[in-house]
């Protein structure tokens, strides 16, 4: 029987996606004497820290308790805290619609408070205040963007004599001499299941946008459906991806943190997550190199695309303890200095222009297809609730585990995807 859970995404995320996402952790100031103590909720975890003591060092006398986890677990967390009144001043929010930790989710019933009249809000380019607003008012300081792709282990790959594939004849052909080789293509945590949609929103990008811009449109005025379109294509491809032995046996057995270890010391030859992992990856291994590459849908390089879309941000609690100094960070996260600290942390690349970020190599490509208008947002941010991405996420453990079918998931999602908001 499905468990419908409201746990999520991405990546930002960090996670985040998201598109951003971290294991879980916790740090706080000491409070001591007569400091002032603002209280944070984030997923950043591996980059939060050094923006964190760059924002204490510029404030004397104030000190930052902070906790850090997992989508998963935040998200389960975060609406009970504000529905019961101990949230935390500032806390990690989601771009757009997309799941439970959402600026729509959290900002409709009034959590957070509209940073509208700050300075940054009206710099924000349009693409990304669209999803960091709700009903024309900001709620959300987003300060990078993220991209979903291949991220290769240099290093791993150079000692399988193997490269990047740009087309998907390839990269069946990839998955099949890496495993000859005794490593496997990418490592996948399916046990965390904000995981398992990366791989989706990968081949979805060019299979279903890539032929069609305003695939989205049609949606939301019922011309089609999940069912009845090219996600059935890339779902089949996802499936075949696993069946060609493109990822390490039993994804469902491992979690996020352990195919980051797979990745970083070469076990497998690269994970495909969001740019963010790459900070992680060389906390695990300082001495790698590991290179983002857009992970091909179709056997026409040209036509591939990017899943690249503002990241999590960070909201303030309508009802914070101390708002003047929540919004003192939060502008601090905005600032050139707070934003590319962040950026160059979780290997992302900064949401405001003219912040004198310089690239890493690794994001090369991102940065090329961000440019050349060769990307389409985070599926999720753009659907009418946070249901289908719950649907979505379980239903893709359940393929896994062989008590589902593609078919049977887009079924359930256009169910979800038809209820509204």
Do not use: H
Not at 45 to 61: C, I, L, T
Not at 95 to 111: D, E, I, M
Not at 178 to 204: C, I, R
Not at 387 to 400: D, N, P, Y
């Amino acid at each position: 029987m499905k468990t419908r859970t409201t746990t999520a995404v991405i990546a930002a995320a960090t996670a985040t996606t998201l598109l951003a996402a971290c294991s879980g952790g916790t740090k706080a100031g000491s409070g001591g004497g007569g400091s002032k103590i603002l209280t944070l909720a984030s997923v950043d975890q591996g980059s939060v820290e050094d923006v964190v003591k760059a924002f204490e060092e510029a404030n004397p006398g104030v000190k930052v308790r902070y906790t850090t986890s997992g989508a998963d677990q935040y998200q389960q967390q975060i609406r009970t805290q504000l529905s019961s009144g101990t949230a935390p001043d500032v806390m990690s929010v989601w771009p757009g619609n997309g799941n439970p930790g959402a600026t729509y989710v959290l900002a409709k019933p009034g959590y957070l408070r509209d940073l509208s009249d700050q300075a940054w809000a009206a710099k924000m380019p349009e693409a990304i205040k669209s999803v960091a607003q709700y009903d024309g008012k900001t709620y959300n300081a987003i300060f990078g963007q993220n991209g979903i792709g291949a991220v290769y282990n240099q290093q791993a790959m150079t000692k399988a004599g193997l490269t990047p594939p740009d087309t998907w004849t390839k990269l069946l052909a990839f998955c099949r001499a890496a495993k000859a080789k005794g490593t496997p293509a990418f490592a996948l945590g399916n046990q965390d299941n904000w995981v398992t949609q990366l791989v989706l929103y990968s081949l979805v990008a060019t299979s279903v946008y890539g032929p069609d811009r305003d695939f989205d449109q049609k949606m939301q005025s019922g011309q089609t459906t999940f069912a009845n379109s090219s996600w059935k294509t890339a779902l089949d491809k996802y499936v075949t991806m696993d069946k060609t032995g493109c990822f390490q046996k039993n994804p469902l057995g491992t979690n996020y943190e352990a195919s980051q270890q797979l990745a970083a010391t070469g076990k497998t030859l690269g994970i495909i997550q969001g740019n963010w992992v790459i900070a992680l990856l060389k906390q695990k291994n300082p001495q790698g190199t590991f290179t983002l590459k857009a992970l091909p849908a179709t056997d026409d390089p040209s036509r591939t695309l990017i899943p690249a879309a503002a990241g999590a941000g960070y909201g303030v609690n309508a009802k914070a303890k101390d708002p003047e100094l929540a919004l003192k960070f939060v502008n601090f996260v905005m600032s050139p200095e707070g934003m590319n600290l962040f950026v160059k942390k979780q290997g992302g690349l900064p949401s405001l222009p003219d912040t004198g970020f310089a690239v890493d190599p690794s994001l090369t490509e991102l940065s090329r297809f961000i440019k050349s208008n060769r990307t389409v947002p985070f599926m999720d941010q753009r659907w009418p609730n946070a249901k289908v991405q719950q649907t979505m996420l379980s239903g893709l453990q359940e393929i896994f585990s062989g008590q589902s079918t593609p078919q049977n998931l887009l079924k359930e999602m256009d169910t979800d995807y038809q209820a509204g908001s």
